[in-house]
C-alpha cells in the first residue's frame, strides 16, 4: 500500500542510515528517497561510502530519472531533489533552504505532494531544522511520520524541532525503524 | 521557510494568464520547480495568493518584465563545479580555438544571472583568448542585460566563489575581478564589452548560428521532457559539427532524444561532442 520511503538526515545520521541500508533485502518493495546534508563541493565518495554495506543499489540520480522500487536515490551535492508526478526525480540549484542545498524539507514536502497517504517520512539525527516542515507536510496530506528518538541521536535538535510541530505517528530507535521497514510488504 | 504553497490549478491559472495576455509559453516548464518559483515571486513582492499575482500581471502592464527577472533562478555561484571550468580551460577551449579562420562562437546558452558568462569571461582572459572569440549570451530582459553590462551581479556567497576560483587554480587574485562599492561588488566590466546578447522569450527560440561552444548548465531541470528535447534540438542544429555542449553535472542526454547526434567528451562534466553527421 505505500509507494515510498523518504529519509532526512544531517549532522549523526551517517551511522544510522548505513545501518538502515545494510538491513535492506535486495527485493525491497518500494524505492527509498535519502536527503542527507552533505559538503556541497565533494561530488563523489559518498554514493560509494553508502553503498559499501547496503543491501540495495544506492544511486545519485540524473535530472528525470525515473524512480523504482528496491533501489535508493540520493540527494547530489548542491542541488535540491524534488519528486515530480509520474514518479520521475527533478534536480533544481535554487537558493538553499534552511542554509541547505539539498533541502530535506523540499525533498519532503514534494514527495508528500506526489505519494500523499501512500509515503513513509523519516526525520534523524541532525543539528538543524530543516525536514521538521517537510515531515508535517507528509502527515498532513496523510502519510506517515516517523523520527528517530532524539534519546539516541548524537545531535536531536533536527529530531526534536520535528516533535514540536508535528503530532508523529512512531518514536523509534535504529533497531525499531530497521523493523519496520523489513516489515514492509509489496 | 515556505509560506503560501500554490495549487496545480492556479498554477495553471497563471500560466494561462501569461500566455493568453502576454504570449509566454510555461506550459512545458517542469512543473514542481516552477511552482516554488510562482510561490517566490508571490511571497517577494507581497502578493498574497495566485489570484494576487494574475491580478497584478493584468493590471500593471510594467510588472511582466519583473515577473520575468524573477521566475528564472538566479546562477547564485562562480565557478559553480570548479572541476568544470578546469576542463573547460585546459581542454575545450583550446581545442575550439585552434585553427579558426573566424573568431570562434561561443554561446552561453543558460539564461544565467551573470555568474556563468563572467566564469567563462576570466577564464578566458586568463588564456589570453578574451578577444579572439565572440561570445553570445541569452537573456529573458533588458533588465537582466543592464545588470550583467553593469557588473552588479549578486553572487551570494563570497567564500564558495573564492573558494570555487582556488579550486580552478587560477592564474590570479578572485578579488582582482571585481571592485566594492560601498556593500556591492561591481565587476570588471571590461570582461564582457564584447558579449552580444540575444533576447529570447520564455526559452531558446533564437540561435547564433556556427556554435563552436554552447553552455547550457543546470536549465533543462527546469524543463519537463518535451521541452527538454525542443530546446536541445535547437542547440543541436546550432552547433557545428565536432562542437561542444555542456550541460550540468547531473543532467544527461541520456534522458532526450539527441542523445545519437552527440559522443561524450567528458562523462563527469557532462560536456557533449556534436557529430559530424
Redesign the interface.
Known amino acids: 500500500m505505500y509507494k515510498a520511503v523518504i529519509i532526512g538526515g544531517s549532522a549523526g545520521s551517517f551511522q544510522v542510515i548505513t545501518r538502515i541500508l545494510h538491513s535492506l533485502s535486495p527485493n525491497f518493495p518500494l524505492p527509498i528517497l535519502l536527503c542527507l546534508h552533505r559538503l556541497?563541493?565533494v561530488?563523489s565518495g559518498f554514493v560509494e561510502a553508502l553503498s559499501i554495506k547496503s543491501g540495495i543499489p544506492i544511486i545519485?540520480?540524473?535530472?528525470?530519472?525515473q524512480i523504482k522500487p528496491g533501489r535508493a536515490y540520493l540527494a547530489?551535492a548542491?542541488?535540491h531533489m524534488?519528486?515530480?508526478?509520474g514518479n520521475k526525480i527533478?534536480?533544481?540549484?535554487?537558493?538553499p533552504?534552511?542554509h541547505s542545498r539539498p533541502s530535506i524539507?523540499?525533498s519532503f514536502?514534494?514527495a508528500a505532494?506526489v505519494y500523499r497517504e501512500k509515503l513513509i517520512g523519516i526525520i534523524l539525527s541532525g543539528a538543524n531544522r530543516d525536514g521538521a516542515?517537510g515531515l508535517k507536510k507528509i502527515k498532513d496530506l496523510g502519510g506517515l511520520a516517523i523520527v528517530q528518538d532524539p534519546e539516541e541521536c548524537q545531535v536531536k535538535t533536527m529530531t526534536e524541532a520535528s516533535l514540536k510541530m508535528t503530532k508523529v505517528d512512531f518514536v523509534y530507535n535504529t533497531n525499531d525503524i530497521i523493523k519496520f521497514l523489513q516489515n514492509i510488504k509489496s | 521557510m515556505i509560506r503560501y504553497e500554490i495549487g496545480i490549478v492556479d498554477t495553471r491559472n497563471v500560466i494561462k494568464t501569461l500566455l493568453d495576455d502576454f504570449g509566454y509559453d510555461f506550459r512545458d516548464y517542469a512543473l514542481t520547480a516552477f511552482k516554488r518559483r510562482l510561490e517566490y515571486v508571490i511571497n517577494s513582492n507581497g502578493l498574497r495568493d495566485a489570484d494576487g499575482l494574475v491580478n497584478r500581471l493584468q493590471n500593471n502592464k510594467d510588472f511582466i518584465g519583473q515577473f520575468l527577472h524573477e521566475i528564472s533562478p538566479d546562477t547564485t555561484e562562480m565557478f559553480r563545479d570548479p572541476s568544470f571550468w578546469r576542463v573547460l580551460r585546459d581542454e575545450v577551449i583550446p581545442d575550439i580555438a585552434r585553427g579558426s579562420a573566424n573568431k570562434p562562437r561561443i554561446w552561453v546558452a543558460s539564461f544565467d544571472s551573470g555568474e556563468e558568462l563572467y566564469s567563462l569571461a576570466i577564464i578566458l582572459k586568463e588564456l589570453n583568448l578574451l578577444d579572439s572569440v565572440q561570445i553570445y549570451a541569452n537573456v529573458f530582459t533588458d533588465k537582466c542585460i543592464n545588470r550583467i553590462k553593469s557588473g552588479r551581479l549578486d553572487p551570494k556567497d563570497l567564500e564558495t566563489n573564492e573558494a570555487n576560483y582556488q579550486r580552478l587554480n587560477g592564474k590570479a587574485q578572485y578579488s582582482s575581478y571585481y571592485t566594492m562599492d560601498g556593500n556591492t561588488m561591481v565587476f570588471d566590466t571590461d570582461l564582457v564589452k564584447n558579449v552580444t546578447f540575444v533576447k529570447q522569450k520564455t526559452t531558446v527560440e533564437d540561435d547564433p548560428g556556427a556554435v563552436k561552444l554552447a553552455i547550457f548548465r543546470n536549465q533543462i531541470i527546469y524543463y519537463n521532457q518535451l521541452l527538454q528535447d525542443k530546446v536541445i534540438q535547437k542547440l543541436t542544429t546550432s552547433l557545428v559539427a565536432g562542437g561542444f555542449l555542456a550541460l550540468g553535472i547531473k543532467e544527461t542526454l541520456e534522458n532526450t532524444n539527441a542523445n545519437n547526434k552527440f559522443t561524450v567528451f567528458n562523462d563527469n562534466e557532462k560536456i557533449y561532442k556534436r557529430k559530424t553527421t
Not at chain 1, 82 to 85: G, Q, S, T
Not at chain 1, 90 to 95: G, K, P, Q
Open positions: 556541497k563541493h561530488r545519485e540520480p540524473f535530472d528525470k530519472d547530489p548542491n542541488y524534488y519528486i515530480e508526478l527533478a534536480l533544481s540549484t535554487e537558493d533552504v534552511n524539507d523540499l514536502v514534494t505532494q516542515y
